[in-house]
């Protein structure tokens, strides 16, 4: 009898996961989101719309693209609402124009690209982003929903090929996304460590519904109940991609989380500081980011008065011939530095893996990336406070704790007789004669001469670039631009196309070496054909 007692608790159990499955499929199929969202079947609306609209929310001024068929809509859209679109010769250039937006505007650089190899065309550019810690979106088109992994024009796995590169990355399925996802994922650019963002848009959820809708229509559907179940599964998948599509959404930026060192991490730094007699800092591309401004941490290394030895964005940061700025022999000077602070820079091949650092030195880092702020200390180099924090505002509340402080005077003006000493070897170098072709050294310092005081340098280049980072001199803040670790060949034309429109009155020099000029000379085109000179 026990077993027969069995048969209404099991059929019950069935019945429950059967009609959790059904709830399950209803949800997947958008049938419980429809019963309470309308499909506007008559709007003339498309995601585009959408896209632009939480672009302008957040701020962008610039969309950088390579027209194609996929993402024709966001462009479309963004041009209406004020949104200056630059078309380039290449999509690399896109992204790298992006980039220094980025950098230049305090701002996410934007990029959109068409589907396929407009999307691969970008992959060296996003990994130089991600190295340079830019904030930066991609946006990039996509084969229909339905069409996606069926052999559609230019449709491959691109979700896979850009979440390595990018710090979050998503694929649009319905109109009704795009909103939340491009909030979520400008926030997501922003916060902590900086880095590029990946948005797949697949064809369909950027056009209007009555283009979308004739793509649907089956003309010759199977006749009998899988003809019937064909044409009312794409009617359904139609309905859920548009519903509740136009329904008002917050478009405003989502909170940006930026960490920060604490007040007992502050403290210890004010007091080792305080106590050393030959401090030096090593200032890297983290210290010009948002949110504290490039004058403000100008000023605060001023009042410390402690040497300085600047890096990637950094450089220029304390303007053109400041008495706390060394630009030469610093291996010579960490070796002889009681106190080392790293503020955004890190311990790879630059600082050659953190052999350089004096191991009786104390070593304060600070850096926002966990990974970067510990690299190769389990080897070469032990911090003595480790910081996972922002090193702009480091730096402003460590000036303010030391206010009345200053370095002891003889230590920079060593360092500084030094450089010297260094410069006044190089410019021998300089005027020495070639017999067949110019001195490379000879025409960096002639530029150096001729720039502006408003010029910003673009840096493309080998060899040649490793020669100008020592020999000419950014102005002030913000007005070096380089590839950053990675390296990558054929920034120039992207960069200064950046450069230019974020600051119109500058004069804009891009230093090329003879390899990397062929990367993006046809750029003038650009340059031409968008006013920008």
């Known amino acids: 009898m026990e077993s027969f007692g069995s048969v209404p608790s099991v059929l019950g159990c069935s019945a429950s996961v059967a009609l959790a499955g059904l709830l399950f499929a209803a949800y997947k199929l958008g049938l419980i989101y429809q019963l309470f969202h309308k499909t506007e079947t008559k709007s003339p609306r498309h995601g585009g719309e959408s896209v632009?609209?939480?672009?302008?929310?957040?701020?962008?001024?610039?969309?950088?693209t390579l027209v194609g068929g996929h993402i024709s809509p966001i462009l479309v859209a963004c041009e209406k609402v004020g949104i200056r679109v630059v078309d380039t010769r290449h999509e690399a250039t896109a992204v790298f124009a992006a980039d220094a937006v980025a950098r230049l505007s305090g701002t996410v650089g934007v990029a959109a690209v068409t589907a396929g190899p407009g999307l691969t065309n970008t992959v060296t550019a996003v990994k130089n982003a991600q190295m340079a810690e830019s904030p930066l979106l991609l946006l990039g088109g996509a084969a229909g929903t339905l069409l996606q992994g069926r052999g559609a024009l230019q449709d491959i796995d691109q979700m896979s090929l850009f979440m390595p590169l990018c710090k979050f990355c998503a694929s649009i399925r319905t109109v009704r996304e795009i909103?939340?996802?491009?909030?979520?994922a400008l926030a997501i650019a922003q916060s902590g460590t900086p880095g590029p963002v990946f948005i797949e848009f697949p064809i369909d959820t950027l056009y209007p519904y009555h283009l979308v809708s004739k793509e649907f229509a089956v003309k010759n559907p199977p006749k009998g109940l899988m003809g019937k179940i064909v044409s009312w599964y794409l009617n359904n998948h139609l309905m859920n991609l548009f519903a509740g599509a136009w329904e008002t959404r917050?478009?405003?930026?989502?909170?940006?989380?930026?960490?920060?060192?604490?007040d007992d991490q502050v403290q210890r730094s004010i007091e080792l500081v305080s106590r050393a007699k030959k401090p030096v800092i090593l200032l890297g591309s983290q210290a010009t980011l948002p949110p504290t401004p490039a004058e403000d941490i100008r000023k605060a290394l001023e009042d410390l008065g402690v040497p300085c030895f600047l890096g990637g964005m950094s450089r220029g940061m304390l303007g053109k011939d400041s008495p706390i700025h060394i630009r030469q022999n610093r291996r010579d000077a960490l070796k002889e530095a009681d106190l080392v602070l790293l503020a955004g820079t890190v311990?790879?091949?630059?600082?050659?893996?953190?052999?350089?650092?004096?191991?009786?030195?104390k070593i304060i880092a600070v850096n926002r990336d966990k990974s970067q702020l510990l690299k190769n200390?389990?080897?070469?180099?032990?911090?003595?406070?480790?910081?996972?924090?922002?090193?702009g505002s480091f730096i402003l509340r460590l000036s303010k704790g030391l206010k009345g402080h200053r370095c002891p005077e003889e230590w920079p003006q060593s360092l500084k007789a030094g450089d010297s000493t260094k410069d006044n070897a190089n410019r021998a170098k300089a005027n020495e004669k070639t017999e067949h072709h110019l001195n490379?050294?000879?025409?960096?310092?002639?530029?150096?001469?001729?720039?502006?005081?408003?010029?910003?340098?673009v840096a493309d280049g080998g060899d040649f670039v490793g020669s100008a980072a020592y020999i000419m001199r950014p102005r002030g803040p913000l007005r070096w631009l380089d590839p950053g670790a990675f390296g990558t060949l054929g920034v120039g034309g992207g960069f200064a196309l950046g450069a230019k429109l974020c600051r119109p009155e500058s004069e804009v020099w891009i230093v090329y070496g003879d390899g990397s000029l062929g990367y993006s000379v046809a750029e003038y085109d650009t340059f031409t054909r968008h006013k920008v000179k």
């Open 179 to 184: 909103v939340p996802t491009l909030r979520k």
């Open 377 to 391: 200390s389990d080897m070469f180099w032990k911090p003595t406070i480790a910081i996972q924090g922002d090193a």
């Open 347 to 361: 311990c790879d091949f630059r600082l050659s893996y953190g052999r350089v650092l004096n191991r009786r030195s």
């Open 440 to 457: 490379p050294l000879k025409v960096l310092h002639c530029v150096d001469e001729l720039m502006a005081e408003d010029s910003i340098i």
């Open 52 to 64: 632009a609209e939480v672009l302008r929310a957040h701020g962008i001024k610039f969309l950088f």
């Open 250 to 262: 917050d478009v405003s930026p989502l909170p940006v989380h930026i960490p920060q060192a604490t």
